[in-house]
């Protein structure tokens, strides 16, 4: 019996009874820091707990039964996401698998490292601690709507370059880039690519064999999965400087024995998102514009950071000239609506975000900058209630800072 046939009497939809996901009267808008899991997620993870609870790699067979419960999560990851399931190594989340990654790719001798300003701390803080091994960094320049400047690819020191790693959805501004370029000039001078796909799986199309990349990172909390798991999709044949010892779990890459429930619930969340994924990004799309719309109707001046076109459909960055970020937050969570100022794997810092900076905003923008995130875990008739909350508080605190 396969792990389907075991859940067949499990709810079926995405949306069914899941209900509202904040308390009464509050609006979630922070869905690019964590989303809630599915009900089908909980449902899984909780029978798998249960069930499939022995260590799978027990000769035996409740751990046989554990062992093909995982190897299933493995090849529906696989093939939703365009990899082989020997492709599929299984982490504690993004943040893991951008470090495996990263380090793995770098235990040479120390050379040079290309990346974009404005990546993941998960990346820039593991890009900073070689720094301190001997290693170079390049920043790959961005425009103003912060997608990468091509005519530049040609010009880095390739003959130096040991890793390139690249955000492909931007987790402050939604910003997508395009990645094929880039990916040719490191396959023609065989040098690693590895892509930060945390914020895009799940919420737009990924395949990862067609991406030409040489790793790729992801986290199932981002997408309605359980928090605790993730993995790292590398290029088959591809060898990692392991950055853990003590066992021979996933082929010797990540030791430790293995999270069966939480990869089933991944597999799970990954599925629904990719059932009917046109019409949910239509319906994110939507709500966002009318957000937007709605914010510039109200709130001039207002900036938009990012790209128009390019961008995840659930994002949006906006900078309220005037107003203060750190107090515009408090103050819309004071008022019910939760969003955030970028990374939340960044929060306490008082730096300005750095891929604002890189963009070229002028300072009154990147202070002033304030991050909405939804999922379908919002509805319609929240847009017209949060626009106007957010207008209210953005006057108000202009108003206070003229007197």
Not at 43 to 55: D, G, K, L, P, Q
Not at 213 to 225: P, Q, R
Request: some cysteine; hydrophobic content about 40%.
């Amino acid at each position: 019996m396969t792990v389907q046939e075991e859940l067949a009497n499990g709810p079926q939809s995405a949306e069914a009874g899941h209900e509202a996901v904040s308390e009464p009267g509050r609006i979630f808008l922070d869905a690019n820091s964590t989303t809630r899991p599915f009900p089908e997620v909980i449902e899984t993870v909780a029978h798998h707990s249960r069930f499939a609870y022995a260590n799978p790699g027990s000769r035996h067979a409740e751990g046989r039964k554990a062992r093909r419960v995982f190897e299933e999560a493995r090849e529906k990851i696989a093939d939703l996401l365009g990899a082989s399931p020997a492709e599929v190594v299984f982490t504690s989340g993004g943040t893991e698998a951008s470090n495996m990654a990263i380090f793995g790719f770098t235990s040479c001798v120390p050379e040079v490292i290309a990346l974009t300003a404005g990546e993941h701390p998960a990346t820039i803080e593991s890009c900073r601690a070689l720094v301190q091994r001997g290693w170079k960094l390049v920043n790959m320049d961005v425009d103003s709507e912060g997608r990468l400047l091509p005519d530049q690819f040609p010009t880095l020191p390739w003959d130096q370059l040991k890793l390139v790693t690249l955000i492909l959805a931007h987790n402050e501004t939604g910003v997508i880039q395009d990645t094929a370029r880039l990916a040719q000039h490191c396959l023609e001078r065989g040098v690693p690519l590895h892509i930060d796909a945390v914020q895009a799986v799940g919420k737009i199309p990924i395949n990862f064999r067609e991406l030409n990349a040489t790793s790729l990172s992801l986290g199932a909390h981002k997408f309605h999965g359980p928090r605790g798991i993730g993995a790292l999709l590398l290029r088959e044949g591809v060898q990692l400087a392991p950055l853990q010892y003590g066992g021979h779990q996933e082929a010797g890459r990540r030791p430790g024995t293995e999270m069966v429930a939480l990869a089933a619930g991944m597999a799970r969340a990954l599925e629904i998102c990719h059932d009917g994924m046109d019409a949910r990004i239509a319906a994110l799309a939507s709500m966002r514009n009318e957000l937007q719309q709605r914010l510039q109707a109200t709130c001039e001046p207002i900036v938009l950071n990012g790209s128009v076109e390019h961008r995840l459909p659930n994002t949006l960055n906006l900078s309220f000239p005037g107003v203060d970020g750190e107090a515009l937050l408090v103050a819309l969570d004071l008022d019910g609506i939760a969003c955030s100022l970028g990374s939340t794997c960044a929060s306490g810092s008082a730096e300005p975000a750095p891929v604002l900076m890189a963009m070229g905003r002028a300072e009154d923008a990147y202070k002033s900058a304030v991050r909405f995130t939804l999922s379908c875990d919002n509805r319609p008739d929240e847009i017209p209630v949060a626009a106007q909350r957010i207008a209210t508080v953005v006057r108000r605190l202009r108003e206070s800072g003229r007197s």
